[in-house]
């Protein structure tokens, strides 16, 4: 069920690269939005606008904006003529058109069309996109980066579609933490765009010229509380496009101390399904070395994938550290850093062992 509203356009907040935050007033009342300028236009104070508010009333936790679809007084300007066939978020009102890194079209095409290997490029695959900036905030601690390290972003579509609704990759951009993006399948708003996972990789590797590769869904989760309906379920496949194409997977695990649902205490069923049960390839599976009674737990849980993954323990002294000098605020589920620092230390710690590949490599 899709909820709709008009409502006016009140002042205009803040906006980054692709996105900008509204306030609006709907029915009496001022709500959050999101315009996304490259499908609607930017709206101005006074004006009206058509609104998407589903999110809003299911009180979605990362969606909690009212979404923009028009402003019927201010069309955007049609784009200019140009190369670009592939059609994202298809068949849906706000459907667009983008050039692909592996069309035909593009200057890339070529070099894709005969790519098919990342010789080893290093591919850290995460369930939640929250992950990412705590990935990179643990490859700072063993690696020369940003400066002699190129970090490419590929985005699945399995949570947001428009890579504009990510606040945090737009910061790290910004940071120099992010060489570049590459959105996939029907994730669009990247740098690049590519079809599949496996030309973004490709991408990632042959046109970005990245080191590193981090895959994970765009902000947001889509989970039913069984064991295959999330989905996180993607991370695993990532798994698999990566050695297929020579890459180097080396597996996040989604931890947290703090989550009160038991099924993601210690070592989420998430990580267990995707990495035990949907990677059929092995990768280096990263276990944070947490102390105590929680951190036992952890390494146990972790053990499960043992028969056909590589684990590996990566000690987690300086990873605090790290992660409170990110260039972006740390939250997952409505927790920061303080509230659930084991859901970072373990994306830290992946980002950690990452770069020691690196190293090891050079």
């Known amino acids: 069920m899709i909820r709709w509203r008009n409502g006016v356009v009140k ?11 509204l306030r609006v007033e709907v029915e009496g009342e001022q709500v959050r939005a999101l315009a996304y300028d490259h499908l609607v236009g930017r709206p101005r104070p006074g004006e009206i606008v058509v609104l998407n508010t589903t999110a809003l ?3 979605l936790g990362t969606g909690g904006y009212a979404l923009v679809v028009a ?27 983008v050039l692909g890194v592996d069309e035909q079209d593009s200057e890339w095409h070529e070099l894709l069309r005969e790519a098919d ?16 900036p705590a990935i990179l905030a643990g490859l700072t601690t063993s690696a020369a980066f940003p400066a002699d390290v190129r970090v490419a972003y590929v985005m699945t579509d399995g949570g947001a579609l428009p890579l504009w609704f990510s606040k945090t990759a737009a910061a790290l951009r910004e940071a120099g933490w992010l060489a570049g993006t590459v959105t996939v399948g029907q994730a669009f708003g990247g740098d690049l765009e590519a079809v599949t996972l496996h030309t973004g990789l490709l991408a990632a590797k042959h046109v970005l010229e990245a080191d590193v590769a981090v895959v994970t869904q765009g902000p947001g989760n889509l989970g039913t509380g069984t064991r295959w309906g999330f989905s996180g379920v993607a991370c695993g496949e990532a798994v698999n496009a990566a050695v297929v194409l020579g890459g180097r997977p080396v597996g996040s ?5 703090a989550d009160p649902r038991a099924r993601h205490h210690g070592v989420s069923h998430h990580s267990l399904t995707a990495y035990g049960r949907v990677a059929l390839a092995p990768a280096d599976i990263v276990v944070p070395d947490l102390p105590g009674e929680f951190g036992e737990k952890v390494r146990t849980q972790a053990a499960r994938l ?4 590589n684990v590996v323990s990566v000690a987690v002294d300086g990873l605090e550290e790290a992660l409170a000098a990110a260039p972006v605020g740390l939250s ?9 620092g084991a859901y970072f230390l ?5 980002g950690r062992h990452a770069g020691a590949l690196l190293q090891h490599d050079g």
């Open 11 to 21: 002042t205009v907040d803040a906006s980054w690269p692709g996105a900008t935050q």
């Open 253 to 257: 695990l989604r931890v947290s101390s």
């Open 117 to 132: 290997d990342l010789d080893g490029l290093p591919v850290v695959t995460a369930d939640l996109h929250s992950a990412l």
């Open 306 to 309: 043992e028969n056909r993954h």
């Open 71 to 97: 402003v019927p007084n201010q069309l955007p300007p049609d784009p200019e003529p140009g190369p670009g066939h592939l059609v994202k978020a298809r068949y849906t009102p706000l459907q667009a058109t």
């Open 346 to 350: 373990a994306a830290a710690a992946a």
């Open 332 to 340: 997952t589920m409505g927790r920061g850093l303080e509230d659930d």
């Open 57 to 59: 009333a299911m009180g």
